[in-house]
Each structure stands twice: as structure tokens, then as C-alpha cells.
């Protein structure tokens, strides 16, 4: 027993002493950990006095590195030259020599100094460059629009993608100090109205087909419409032969609004298109300006007026009148919007809207966000332009001959009947939204909409010079190019060579062509012409129709 005892004595006397090791162990590595940080904090702490630590992000910029404006004054862009080149732009300086309001100061200066000087994101860009960027897009276009008009439209296309453009000129726009400059920048194409091109459109295969008959021989905006599709049809053709992938048909009172892609490009949007798709559709928005006396629509007007493709039936319903505010219809004009065509073997016109093709119906899609601004009566002398060139007596009657559209219609007989201060009234009531509870009502509910992106751009293109260089650079070349001839003929030989099988209907071959599409294909729709949007009895009648 005694030797048991003696036993359990030694073993506990070992066991202790065990323990008491062990929590003094445990206690030098709590002291360790407490004091490691503290020693590596106080280490940093003076590295970081003595200036020795550098900003990794200011080691990658070189000391000559261009400051933003306002950054040579500013305590956030401020570094010492004693500092060497690793000075950090993001560092402190210990200068007390600036203040925060003398920075401000310095920063709105230069920027007032930039845009004063044109200084601009624009200025640089080379626009004439061949780009190998697909797809490759171009706009065709009749127009009769001056220089003011036209350059800013062209180069906001540029900008967005496009890299070909084939304009049918007349009136202002065929005179020898707008087309001068046009010829001189590169992938615009000028055709003129000169006798030959008509003869040459006078044998096209449309006459013969049916889809556009009901558009022949009437004045004014039929007439418009049947010449816009035979323009067209010439500029598939030079489309096709300049490699393009997509072809468009613009007014130059109207731009292509790109939303929806993941940058604002056409090239980008028509890129995520799929390869199955023949057609896309842009729906049109139409300007809805706030002033009567708008000089520069584009530059000007940032309020659009959503289309009834892009609004829930609801809301198009429910705030209808409100949206019309007394006039005929949803939009002063079309509602029906443009399309874009894949070039392809037998593409056709199918009027100013829309493409279609002679041997099968293309596959379409309907575009959710992108839309096509239509810049209609923003000015006031839109009333009187369309008066001017429009014959029609200014009856309701009579002008049914001129104009498709019934905003169209009454515009002209105010323009044609009224005194200057009454049809300034009539404008100011049906066209100017003066409104601005109406305005920022229809604004939060999504029927109206504010759209910058344009008016940027070709503020930004207006103040780097670019419309300036596009005119001292036509001078510069005018002596190599005679004004009446150039390129409007080199068009016409081009469509009258490689495109004769298309245009010219007399052919033999052409004949036994449209003699088989006729086979195939019992009737032919009739071209689509400018539609207003679903009126509010025509929407309620076919819901009633559905029910």
C-alpha cells in the first residue's frame, strides 16, 4: 500500500509540474501575438515618416505624365519635385500655398478656356480612315436640306458607325457650295437629279410591279415617297458593290438613336443582331420641343415622345389625350418607324420604311430600346417649307392629293390661309409643349422622354472644328472637281453598268425574272408607306374585336 501511495504521489507531483509548464507557454505566445503587431504597426508607421514607402499606383506614372486639368494646384494632384519621380499623384502635399476655392476657380477656368478653343474628344479623330470594323453599314438618303443640316447629321453617323453614304440631291443640296464639300469627305456619294438618272429610273422594274402603284402619279409627298424607292433601289446596288453588310434609309431630319447595345455603336447593335435576320426595325420617337423658336434642332431638342412599341398599352391608353393635346393623331406625323436591311441577292425597297425581298419575306425583328429620332416641325419655317413646295389648293379635299398624313394636312392649309401671328398661335398650340406640369407628368409616367447622347455629340463634333475643316477642306480641293458633273455621273455609268439587269425593265432576261416572281407569288403587298401610330378608336375597336 505504501508503495501504491508513494506511486500516485510521484505521478501527481509530475503532472503538476506538466501544467504549469504548459501556461507558461501559452502565456509568452499570447505576449508574442499581442506585441508582433504592435512592433510591425510601429515599423510602418516609421517607414511611412520618413517617406520611405511609395504609392505602388503612383510608381506605374511617369513624372511627366499629363495632368488632368486643375490637378497642378489641386492637394489631391499636387507632388513635389523633391520627391523624385516616384512621387505618387494620389500623395498629399505639405504646400499650404492653394486653396480649395482657388483650385475650383482653376478648374472651371480651364474648362471654360477648353471649350472656348474647341477643345473636344472629336478633335483628332480621323474620320476618313478605312475601318475593318464589320459590319460595314451605309445610309441612302433624298434630301434637299443645306450644309447646316446635313453635316451635323452625317458625322453623328460617322461616330456611331456608319462609313458609307449615298445622298440623292436636289434644291439647296444639289448647289454647287453644299455638294463641293459633301464629295470631299470620304464614303459620301452624291447623285444628282439630272435628266439621265431619270431616264435611268424611268425604265426600273418597279414600274411594272404592282406593290408601289398606288403611290404613282400624284403630287407632293406621293411623289416624294415613290422617288425615295426608286433612290433606293440604286443605292442597294452601290451598296452591294462598296461591300456593305447593312443598308438604312434616313431622312436627314432624322438620327439613329442606338440603345440598348453595350456601347452607344450602330456597328455594336447590328453586330448582336442574329445571322438569321433579314430586317431589324427601328421604332421612331418624335421630337417634342418646348420652344418656338428653335434654330439648331439637334443641338437644341433633348424632349422625345416615346413610341407605342416602347410604352405599355396602359399607359398609351390612359394618357392618350393628353398626348395628342387636341391634334389627329399620338405623333404629328409617321408612328411606323425605319428599318435597317442585311445587303443581299434580290433585297428590294418596300417604300421609305421598310426592305423587302423578290424572292421570299424577310425575317424581321423589332428593336426593344434603340429608336430613330424624328425631328419633325421643330422650326417654325417647317410650316411654310412644306407649303412652298407643295401645289395643292388648301382645301381638305384637295390636299388629300398631297400629304398621307392629316397633320401633314392641316399644317398646310394654316400655312396656306392664315396671317403669320395666327399660324404663330396655331404652332404654339399644337406643336410646342409650353406645359411644364403636363410635361413632367407625361415625363415620370415614360410617354415623354429626355435624350442627350445626340446633342452631345454634335455639340462636341461643333466645337473641335470638325464641320469647319469639312468646308476649308473642300475649298482646298474644289479646283480638282468640277461642281455640275464628278461624281453625279460616275453614280449614274455605276448603276447603268452594274446594275442595268435591275433597272432597266425593257431587258429580256429582267422580263422572264419578274415573270416567275409573279408566278410564285399571287399578290404583291403594297409598299408601306409613313403610318401614324394606332389611334385610340382603331386600338378599342380591335380589343373589342378580340373579345
Known amino acids: 500500500m505504501a508503495g501504491y501511495r508513494g506511486g500516485s504521489s510521484t505521478a501527481a507531483s509530475a503532472g503538476g509540474g506538466g501544467g504549469a509548464s504548459a501556461a507558461a507557454f501559452a502565456t509568452r505566445m499570447l505576449l508574442l501575438l499581442t506585441l ?36 497642378e494646384n489641386s492637394p489631391l494632384g499636387s507632388s513635389s519635385s523633391s520627391h523624385g519621380g516616384g512621387a505618387s499623384y494620389f500623395a498629399v502635399s505639405s504646400s499650404s500655398s492653394s ?13 471654360a478656356a477648353s471649350s472656348s478653343n474647341g477643345i473636344s474628344l472629336y478633335r ?23 450644309l447646316h443640316q446635313i453635316l451635323p447629321w452625317l458625322y453623328y453617323h460617322k461616330v456611331i458607325g456608319v462609313s458609307h453614304f449615298f445622298l440623292f440631291v436636289e434644291g439647296e443640296a444639289a448647289k454647287p457650295a453644299v455638294t463641293s464639300v459633301l464629295e470631299s469627305i470620304r464614303g459620301v456619294k452624291i447623285i ?3 435628266k439621265e438618272l431619270k431616264e435611268k429610273q424611268d425604265k426600273s422594274r418597279i414600274w411594272n410591279e404592282t406593290w408601289l402603284s398606288g403611290f404613282f402619279y ?52 447590328l453586330l448582336d443582331v442574329p445571322d438569321n435576320v433579314d430586317m431589324v426595325i427601328f421604332p421612331n420617337y418624335e421630337s417634342s420641343i418646348e420652344r418656338d ?20 398599352k396602359d399607359t398609351y391608353f390612359g394618357l392618350y389625350k393628353e398626348a395628342t393635346r387636341g391634334n389627329p393623331n399620338y405623333f404629328l406625323t409617321y408612328g411606323n418607324g425605319k428599318s435597317a436591311a442585311r445587303v443581299q441577292e434580290h433585297l428590294r425597297p418596300n417604300g421609305a420604311h421598310r426592305w423587302h425581298n423578290y424572292m421570299k419575306s424577310p425575317n424581321e425583328i423589332k428593336l426593344e430600346e434603340a429608336a430613330i429620332l424624328h425631328y419633325t416641325y421643330t422650326k417654325f419655317s417647317d410650316l411654310t417649307s412644306r407649303r412652298d413646295r407643295c401645289g395643292c389648293k388648301p382645301t381638305k379635299e384637295d390636299v388629300k392629293r398631297c400629304f398621307i398624313l392629316e397633320f401633314d394636312r392641316l399644317a398646310f392649309i394654316i400655312a396656306s390661309t392664315a396671317t403669320e401671328e395666327e399660324m404663330r398661335n396655331w404652332y404654339r398650340e399644337h406643336v410646342v409643349w409650353t406645359d411644364k406640369d403636363t ?17 452631345a455629340i454634335i455639340r462636341g463634333l461643333k466645337e473641335s472644328g470638325v464641320f469647319t475643316n469639312a468646308v476649308t477642306s473642300a475649298k482646298a480641293q474644289s479646283k480638282t472637281k468640277s461642281s455640275n458633273t464628278g461624281f453625279g455621273n460616275e453614280a449614274i455609268q455605276l448603276n447603268g453598268t452594274a ?36 389611334g385610340f378608336l382603331e386600338l378599342t375597336e380591335s380589343a373589342t374585336a378580340l373579345s
Open 499 to 534: 446594275g442595268q439587269s435591275t433597272l432597266e425593265g425593257g431587258h429580256e432576261k429582267l422580263q422572264a425574272t419578274v415573270r416567275k416572281i409573279l408566278e410564285m407569288v399571287d399578290a404583291q403587298e403594297e409598299a408601306m408607306p409613313p403610318m401614324s401610330p394606332p
Open 99 to 111: 486653396s480649395p476655392g482657388a483650385d475650383c476657380a482653376e478648374i472651371l477656368g480651364r474648362s
Open 439 to 455: 410635361n413632367l407628368k407625361l415625363l415620370r409616367k415614360g410617354v415623354l422622354t429626355r435624350i442627350y447622347a445626340p446633342m
Open 293 to 312: 423658336d428653335i434654330k439648331d434642332p439637334f443641338t437644341e431638342v433633348s424632349m422625345f415622345k416615346k413610341n407605342y412599341d416602347h410604352l405599355p
Open 124 to 146: 483628332g479623330w480621323n474620320f476618313d480612315s478605312e475601318s475593318s470594323i464589320t459590319p460595314k453599314i451605309c445610309i441612302t438618303g433624298s434630301t434637299s436640306a443645306g
Open 192 to 194: 444628282y437629279r439630272t
Open 36 to 71: 508582433l503587431p504592435l512592433a510591425l504597426a510601429a515599423f510602418a508607421f516609421a517607414l511611412q515618416w520618413r517617406g520611405g514607402m511609395r504609392d505602388p499606383a503612383g510608381a506605374a506614372w511617369p513624372a511627366d505624365t499629363q495632368r488632368f486639368p486643375g490637378m
Open 218 to 269: 400624284k403630287p407632293c409627298n406621293y411623289e416624294l415617297f415613290v422617288k425615295q424607292s426608286l433612290n433606293m433601289e440604286m443605292a442597294i446596288i452601290m451598296a452591294r458593290d462598296a461591300g456593305m453588310d447593312w443598308i438604312i434609309h434616313l431622312d436627314t431630319d432624322e438620327l439613329i438613336h442606338p440603345a440598348g447595345a453595350r456601347e452607344y455603336s450602330l456597328r455594336r447593335l
